[in-house]
């Protein structure tokens, strides 16, 4: 398991953002700043023009626009290229190696949109970049999460992926882009004092979607949780570990730590080893038709047989968090021997440089796809609003 230091993002919101310069020692190399026209755009911009046929969209030049400074991606409801909806993908005509990549943008305000900005190698394999490869600096998903992902392409397909949930909810769906397959799952509660987990929910992988995260119906026959839970602490069992993986959304369908600080764990055993494609959880209590006290701060991870590894995590921030209202910077630091993730110039995640090792373009993508949450008709009109992207390398 990678061990990470805990991030105080709160700080970043309640004293408002502030420019971060790039790490020291780099220089800018190049630049896109979208004070032109949308026609300039193809100076140094490639873009795709057809159908997707891993997301739910066709993506065309036309859905990529420049007004007032800002490039806008935008997501329509329009029957083209055999599918239902569009939308816009563009990566850079140069190629970079190794470097500090930032773009500030700011998230389609609906939910079934992925917002990335990333980088991915062209072509075959080469004795220069014998591994072909995808870095994700972001797949951000609206409201509030950010998901960062490491992909190997040649050969036998890896992924190493890490979320981020941003501000304080009731309630978590984790889609997971690559299903995991395990036979335990943990959540880890950092909050100080008492914490009360309403229900943990896994379900296999499905096509057809997932239910919706606050439904009281039974769960389907797809439901993986059935299976025995431990905590590290509970009060009575009234409110026990068991009861939190039940499928209910009722009073004493719950799990309740001590009142200790520190950290509470709750642990599912899963009869036999699954492949997981979507977990609920729901904190907090119910009072009328509004939650309070959720968890604010906690872990959520899977076993792999041999250790623990992060399926998502939150980090503390005031209230609730939207990342399609405001601009926000997200950062990338690329070496030859690791990667570093950031977040409005705090670092998120760092990982060691196994095979990314050759060139890859810059690319700006929206794209609608079930994986990032239940696709609506609040998709129509949205749109991935960037205002700068800008590479940095190493001084001579």
């Known amino acids: 398991m990678n061990h990470m230091a805990l991030i105080p993002l709160a700080l ?20 896109e700043e979208f004070n032109g026209a949308t026609a300039d755009l193809d100076k140094d911009w490639g873009f795709q023009n057809g159908p997707s046929g891993h997301i739910l969209c066709s993506r065309w030049r036309e859905n990529a626009v420049v007004s007032n400074g800002v490039c806008r991606l935008l997501n329509k409801k329009e029957s083209r290229g055999g ?3 569009t939308s816009a993908s563009m990566s850079t005509k140069r190629q970079f190696k190794y470097g500090y990549f930032e773009c500030r943008y700011k998230y389609g305000a609906a939910t079934g949109l992925n917002n990335s900005f990333w980088l991915m190698t062209r072509g075959k394999e080469r004795p220069e970049a014998p591994v072909r490869f995808e870095l994700d600096v972001n797949e951000g998903h609206f409201p509030n999460e950010i998901a960062t992902n490491i992909h ?16 304080v909810q009731a309630g978590h769906c984790f889609q997971l882009e690559i299903p995991v397959e395990t036979d335990q799952l943990r959540l880890v509660a950092r909050d100080h004092g008492r914490v009360r987990v309403t229900e943990l929910r896994a379900f296999a992988v499905s096509p057809a979607g997932y239910p919706a995260l606050f439904s009281t119906k039974p769960m389907p026959a797809n439901l993986a949780l059935h299976a025995k839970a431990s905590a590290s602490s509970e009060l009575s069992e009234k409110c026990s570990a068991a009861k939190a993986v039940d499928g209910r959304l009722d009073a004493e369908s719950r799990w309740v730590s001590g009142d200790a600080a520190g950290e509470h764990s709750l642990t599912v055993e899963l009869a036999a080893k699954q492949k997981i494609g979507c977990v609920h959880l729901i904190s907090g209590t119910k009072k009328g038709a509004e939650w309070s006290d959720p968890i604010a701060s906690f872990v959520l991870q ?11 995590q939150t980090e503390n921030a005031a209230g609730k968090i939207d990342l399609s209202r405001d601009f926000h910077v997200y950062g990338f630091e690329w070496n030859e021997k690791e990667m570093i993730f950031y977040f409005d110039g705090k670092e998120l995640r760092r990982e060691p440089n196994e095979f990314c090792k050759g060139e890859a373009p810059v690319l700006l993508s929206s794209a609608i796809m079930k994986w990032a949450g239940p696709v609506t008709e609040k998709i129509d009109g949205t749109s991935m609003d960037v205002d700068w992207v800008r590479v940095y390398q190493k001084k001579p």
Do not use: C, M
């Open 152 to 167: 190997k392409w040649s050969g036998q397909h890896t992924s190493k992926s890490r979320s981020f949930r941003l501000g």
């Open 12 to 31: 970043l919101f309640l004293q408002g953002f502030v420019q971060a310069d790039p790490p020291a020692g780099f220089q800018l190399v190049w630049s």
């Open 302 to 312: 899977y076993w792999d047989g041999r250790q623990w590894h992060n399926i998502s």
């Open 83 to 85: 599918q239902e909806w």
